[in-house]
C-alpha cells in the first residue's frame, strides 16, 4: 500500500517533468509540422549548462534561468541555420535534419563535458514524512514549478500578442503572413520556446538522476510517445498524457524492474496508434 | 518505353551492367590485394550496405523512413547465435536460416501495426519497435546473454559436401555471393509490377489506393522484405564477429542506416552501399585524430547533405541504376 502511494507521488512528479518536455515538442510541431529529434538533446545540453552555471555561481535559479537562455539562443540558431531551409519540404527531412543535430549535440556534449555524470545539488533541501515514508520536498516543488512554467506558456499563447500570433500561424500560416504577422520570425521564436522549456526540464530534472550526455534519447522517445498518445500538438493532451504515462510506468515498476517498465509506455503508445491513431486526450473529431 | 530505350545501341542499361561488372570485379580481387585491415573494412562496407539497401525498400521505393532496422538486423544476429550454440555441429546454413526466420517473425510483427501508420508515426512506431526488442534482449538474461550478448564459435563453409574452415578472403567472397544475390534479387523485386506499385505509392498514396491496390497489403510485404534482407547483412554480422550483442538491436544501428541511404542516395539501391562506405571512410580518417567526437563533423557534412544535397552522393545516377 505505502509503494503504490510512493509510485503515485514518483508518477505525478515524472509525469509533470515529461509533460514539460513535451509541451516544448508539441508547441514545435503543432506550429511547424516539425519532429524535433534534438529536443532531448536540448534539454541534456540545457541540463549541462545549468551543471555548469550552478558550480561557478553556486545559485541554482540563476542555472535555470541562464540554461533556458542560452539553449534558446542555441534553438533560435538551429533553427535559422538547419530548419528554415527545409520549409516546405517533405516533413520526413526535417527528422533527418534534426537527427543529425542531435548526433552533433550529443557529441559537442561528450567532448565538452566528458562521459562522467554530473550531479546537479537540489536547491531545497529536507524531506517530509507522508505515512511514515520519506519524501525529499525538492520532487514537490519540481512538480510544482514544472506546473507554474506549463501555465505561464499557456497564458502566454493565449493572452500574449506574441501568442496570438503564434496562435494565428497555427491555424493558417498563409493568412497570418497577408495579416503581416512575420512567420518565419514566429517559426524562430517557436523553436527557442520549446528549446528553453527542454532546457528548464532538464535542470528541474538533474537533481533527480544526474546529467549524462546520453540521457538525451531517452526524453526525445518519451516525450515523442506522449505527444502521439496526447495527440499531435495539443498542449492540454500532451500534458495529461505525461501524467498518465508516468503513473503507468509509476506502477509498472513495482511489478517488474524499472528498465522493463518502459516497455508499458511502448504498448500504450502502440494501442493509441492503432486505435485512436488521434490521440487519447482529445475530442473524437467529427 | 524501357523496350526502345534497350533497344538503342547505347542504352542506359548496357552502361549499367559494365559498370556493374567492373565494380564486382574490383570486389573480388580487393581480398587479395588489400591489406588485412582494409579487407575486412571492406567486408564490413558490404555488410552495412546490405543493411541500408535493405532499408531503401522502404525509404527509397516505398517512401517509408523506417528508424527501427537494428530491430531486423539484431534479430538476425541472435538468431544466427540460436543456431550455432544450440546445434551440433553447427551449420552456417542453419545459422542464415535461423536468423531469417528470427528477423522474419518481428517483421511480420511490425509491419503488421507499423504499416497502420504514415510518414513520421512510421518512423516514430519503428523506432519505438526497436526499442521494445532491444530492452527485451537486454533485459531477459538468460536467453540472450543480456548486455554481454551471445559468443560462439565460426561455422565453417560448407557447400555441397564441400567445406573448410572460413579464412577472412572466403568470408569476403561468400559475403559478395550474399549480397550480390540479395541485390539482384531486390533489383528484380523492385522493377517487378510489385515494385511498381511500392514507387506509385511513395508518389502518391491516395491515388493508388483509388486505382484499387490494397496499399497496406503492398507495405506490409515491403516492411517484410525489408526486414528479412536486414536480417541477412545481421547473420553475416554475427558469423564474421562470432557474437551477438544488443548495442546492435539499439537506436544508434538504425540512426546509421539511415545516415547511409540519405549520404548514398535513397530509392538506387547501390547508393546505400555507396552511402555506407562514405560514412566508414569518413568515420576511419576522422577517428584517428578526433577518436569518437568524429561524429561532430560527420553529423555536419550529414545535415548539411540533407539540405543540400537530398539526392545523396549517386542521387544524379538515380535514373541510370534504375534502368
Same mark, same amino acid.
Given at each position: 500500500?505505502?509503494?503504490?502511494?510512493?509510485?503515485?507521488?514518483h508518477?505525478?512528479v515524472n509525469g509533470m517533468v515529461l509533460a514539460m518536455v513535451a509541451s516544448g515538442l *508539441?508547441l514545435i510541431?503543432?506550429?511547424?509540422?516539425?519532429?524535433n529529434?534534438a529536443h532531448g538533446d536540448l534539454l541534456m545540453l540545457g541540463a549541462f549548462v545549468g551543471a555548469s552555471v550552478l558550480g561557478v555561481t553556486g545559485n541554482y535559479w540563476l542555472a535555470l534561468l541562464a540554461a533556458a537562455v542560452v539553449i534558446a539562443v542555441l534553438g533560435a540558431a538551429l533553427q535559422?541555420?538547419?530548419?528554415?531551409?527545409?520549409?516546405?519540404?517533405?516533413?520526413? *527531412? *526535417?527528422?533527418?535534419?534534426?537527427?543529425?543535430v542531435s548526433?552533433v549535440l550529443q557529441k559537442y556534449a561528450l567532448w565538452q563535458w566528458g562521459p562522467s555524470v554530473r550531479q546537479i545539488s537540489e536547491p531545497v533541501r529536507g524531506d517530509? *514524512?507522508?505515512?511514515?515514508?520519506?519524501y525529499p520536498w525538492y520532487r514537490i516543488v519540481t512538480a510544482i514549478l514544472a506546473g507554474l512554467i506549463i501555465a505561464a506558456l499557456?497564458?502566454f499563447?493565449?493572452?500574449?500578442?506574441?501568442?496570438?500570433?503564434?496562435?494565428?500561424?497555427?491555424?493558417?500560416?498563409?493568412?497570418?503572413?497577408?495579416?503581416?504577422?512575420?512567420?518565419?520570425?514566429?517559426?524562430?521564436a517557436?523553436f527557442a520556446i520549446g528549446s528553453a522549456m527542454a532546457a528548464a526540464s532538464g535542470v528541474l530534472f538533474g537533481p533527480f538522476a544526474g546529467v549524462t550526455q546520453t540521457m538525451g534519447f531517452d526524453f526525445t522517445?518519451r516525450a515523442?510517445?506522449?505527444?502521439?498518445?496526447?495527440?499531435?500538438?495539443?498542449?492540454?493532451?500532451?500534458?495529461?498524457?505525461s501524467?498518465?504515462?508516468?503513473?503507468?510506468?509509476?506502477?509498472?515498476?513495482?511489478?517488474?524492474?524499472?528498465?522493463?517498465?518502459?516497455?508499458?509506455?511502448?504498448?500504450?503508445?502502440?494501442?493509441?496508434?492503432?486505435?485512436?491513431?488521434?490521440?487519447?486526450?482529445?475530442?473524437?473529431?467529427? | 518505353?524501357?523496350?526502345?530505350?534497350?533497344?538503342?545501341?547505347?542504352?542506359?542499361?548496357? =552502361?549499367?551492367?559494365?559498370? &556493374?561488372?567492373?565494380?564486382?570485379?574490383?570486389?573480388?580481387?580487393?581480398?587479395?590485394?588489400?591489406?588485412?585491415?582494409? $579487407?575486412?573494412?571492406?567486408?564490413?562496407?558490404?555488410?552495412?550496405?546490405?543493411?541500408?539497401? /535493405?532499408?531503401?525498400?522502404? #525509404? =527509397?521505393?516505398?517512401?517509408?523512413?523506417?528508424?527501427?532496422?537494428?530491430?531486423?538486423?539484431?534479430?538476425?544476429?541472435?538468431?544466427?547465435?540460436?543456431?550455432?550454440?544450440?546445434?551440433?555441429?553447427?551449420?552456417?546454413?542453419?545459422?542464415?536460416?535461423?536468423?531469417?526466420?528470427?528477423?522474419?517473425?518481428?517483421?511480420?510483427?511490425?509491419?503488421?501495426?507499423? %504499416?497502420?501508420?504514415?510518414?513520421?508515426?512510421?518512423?516514430?512506431?519503428?523506432?519505438?519497435?526497436?526499442?521494445?526488442?532491444?530492452? #527485451?534482449?537486454?533485459?531477459?538474461?538468460?536467453? %540472450?546473454?543480456?548486455?554481454?550478448?551471445?559468443?560462439?564459435? $565460426?561455422?565453417?563453409?560448407?557447400?555441397? =559436401?564441400?567445406?573448410?574452415?572460413?579464412?577472412?578472403?572466403?568470408?569476403?567472397?561468400?559475403?559478395?555471393?550474399?549480397?550480390?544475390?540479395?541485390?539482384?534479387?531486390?533489383?528484380?523485386? %523492385?522493377? /517487378?509490377?510489385?515494385?511498381?506499385?511500392?514507387? /506509385?505509392?511513395?508518389?502518391?498514396?491516395?491515388? %493508388?489506393?483509388? #486505382?484499387?491496390?490494397?496499399?497496406?497489403?503492398?507495405?506490409?510485404?515491403?516492411?517484410?522484405? /525489408?526486414?528479412?534482407?536486414? =536480417?541477412?547483412?545481421?547473420?553475416?554480422?554475427?558469423?564474421?564477429?562470432?557474437?551477438?550483442?544488443?548495442?546492435?538491436?539499439?537506436?544508434?544501428?538504425?540512426?546509421?542506416?539511415?545516415?547511409?541511404?540519405?549520404?548514398?542516395?535513397?530509392?538506387?539501391?547501390?547508393?546505400? &552501399?555507396?552511402?555506407?562506405?562514405?560514412?566508414?571512410?569518413?568515420?576511419?580518417?576522422?577517428?584517428?585524430?578526433?577518436?569518437?567526437?568524429?561524429? #561532430?563533423?560527420?553529423?555536419?557534412?550529414?545535415?548539411?547533405?540533407?539540405?543540400?544535397?537530398? $539526392?545523396?552522393?549517386?542521387?544524379?545516377?538515380?535514373?541510370?541504376?534504375?534502368?
Amino acid at each position: 500500500m505505502d509503494q503504490i502511494l510512493i509510485q503515485t507521488l514518483h508518477g505525478l512528479v515524472n509525469g509533470m517533468v515529461l509533460a514539460m518536455v513535451a509541451s516544448g515538442l *508539441t508547441l514545435i510541431f503543432g506550429i511547424m509540422d516539425i519532429v524535433n529529434f534534438a529536443h532531448g538533446d536540448l534539454l541534456m545540453l540545457g541540463a549541462f549548462v545549468g551543471a555548469s552555471v550552478l558550480g561557478v555561481t553556486g545559485n541554482y535559479w540563476l542555472a535555470l534561468l541562464a540554461a533556458a537562455v542560452v539553449i534558446a539562443v542555441l534553438g533560435a540558431a538551429l533553427q535559422v541555420t538547419t530548419l528554415r531551409p527545409l520549409i516546405g519540404r517533405d516533413p520526413l *527531412t *526535417t527528422i533527418l535534419a534534426t537527427f543529425g543535430v542531435s548526433l552533433v549535440l550529443q557529441k559537442y556534449a561528450l567532448w565538452q563535458w566528458g562521459p562522467s555524470v554530473r550531479q546537479i545539488s537540489e536547491p531545497v533541501r529536507g524531506d517530509f *514524512t507522508l505515512f511514515h515514508l520519506q519524501y525529499p520536498w525538492y520532487r514537490i516543488v519540481t512538480a510544482i514549478l514544472a506546473g507554474l512554467i506549463i501555465a505561464a506558456l499557456w497564458l502566454f499563447l493565449k493572452y500574449g500578442k506574441f501568442g496570438i500570433w503564434i496562435r494565428a500561424t497555427t491555424q493558417d500560416r498563409v493568412m497570418a503572413q497577408a495579416m503581416g504577422i512575420p512567420v518565419p520570425l514566429v517559426y524562430t521564436a517557436v523553436f527557442a520556446i520549446g528549446s528553453a522549456m527542454a532546457a528548464a526540464s532538464g535542470v528541474l530534472f538533474g537533481p533527480f538522476a544526474g546529467v549524462t550526455q546520453t540521457m538525451g534519447f531517452d526524453f526525445t522517445l518519451r516525450a515523442f510517445i506522449v505527444v502521439v498518445v496526447g495527440g499531435m500538438g495539443n498542449l492540454g493532451g500532451s500534458i495529461l498524457a505525461s501524467i498518465f504515462v508516468s503513473l503507468l510506468e509509476a506502477y509498472a515498476a513495482i511489478v517488474v524492474s524499472p528498465a522493463q517498465a518502459v516497455i508499458v509506455s511502448f504498448i500504450v503508445l502502440v494501442l493509441t496508434m492503432l486505435f485512436r491513431p488521434t490521440g487519447l486526450f482529445v475530442p473524437t473529431p467529427k | 518505353m524501357t523496350a526502345t530505350l534497350a533497344a538503342s545501341p547505347r542504352s542506359p542499361a548496357r =552502361g549499367y551492367w559494365i559498370g &556493374f561488372a567492373v565494380v564486382v570485379a574490383l570486389l573480388l580481387i580487393a581480398p587479395l590485394v588489400l591489406p588485412p585491415f582494409w $579487407q575486412r573494412f571492406v567486408t564490413e562496407i558490404l555488410i552495412w550496405g546490405l543493411l541500408a539497401m /535493405s532499408s531503401d525498400i522502404l #525509404i =527509397g521505393y516505398t517512401g517509408m523512413v523506417s528508424f527501427g532496422h537494428s530491430a531486423f538486423f539484431g534479430l538476425g544476429m541472435y538468431g544466427a547465435a540460436a543456431a550455432l550454440l544450440t546445434i551440433k555441429p553447427p551449420s552456417l546454413w542453419l545459422a542464415i536460416l535461423y536468423g531469417l526466420v528470427g528477423a522474419g517473425a518481428i517483421a511480420v510483427f511490425v509491419a503488421y501495426f507499423a %504499416t497502420r501508420l504514415r510518414d513520421i508515426y512510421f518512423a516514430i512506431s519503428t523506432l519505438v519497435f526497436s526499442q521494445i526488442f532491444y530492452v #527485451i534482449i537486454f533485459t531477459w538474461t538468460e536467453v %540472450t546473454g543480456g548486455e554481454n550478448g551471445l559468443t560462439f564459435r $565460426q561455422p565453417a563453409l560448407s557447400i555441397l =559436401g564441400w567445406s573448410d574452415r572460413f579464412t577472412p578472403t572466403t568470408f569476403h567472397w561468400f559475403a559478395l555471393a550474399v549480397v550480390l544475390v540479395s541485390y539482384l534479387l531486390v533489383r528484380r523485386i %523492385t522493377r /517487378s509490377p510489385f515494385g511498381m506499385v511500392l514507387q /506509385s505509392i511513395r508518389e502518391n498514396e491516395p491515388r %493508388t489506393r483509388a #486505382i484499387g491496390y490494397h496499399v497496406e497489403r503492398y507495405k506490409i510485404v515491403a516492411v517484410m522484405l /525489408s526486414g528479412l534482407f536486414a =536480417g541477412l547483412a545481421g547473420v553475416l554480422y554475427a558469423i564474421q564477429n562470432k557474437f551477438a550483442a544488443p548495442d546492435f538491436v539499439f537506436f544508434v544501428v538504425s540512426g546509421e542506416v539511415v545516415i547511409f541511404n540519405v549520404m548514398g542516395g535513397m530509392g538506387t539501391l547501390v547508393g546505400p &552501399f555507396a552511402g555506407a562506405a562514405f560514412f566508414l571512410l569518413l568515420r576511419e580518417g576522422l577517428s584517428r585524430f578526433l577518436t569518437e567526437y568524429y561524429l #561532430i563533423p560527420v553529423g555536419i557534412i550529414f545535415i548539411i547533405m540533407v539540405i543540400f544535397l537530398p $539526392q545523396g552522393l549517386l542521387g544524379f545516377l538515380r535514373r541510370r541504376l534504375n534502368a
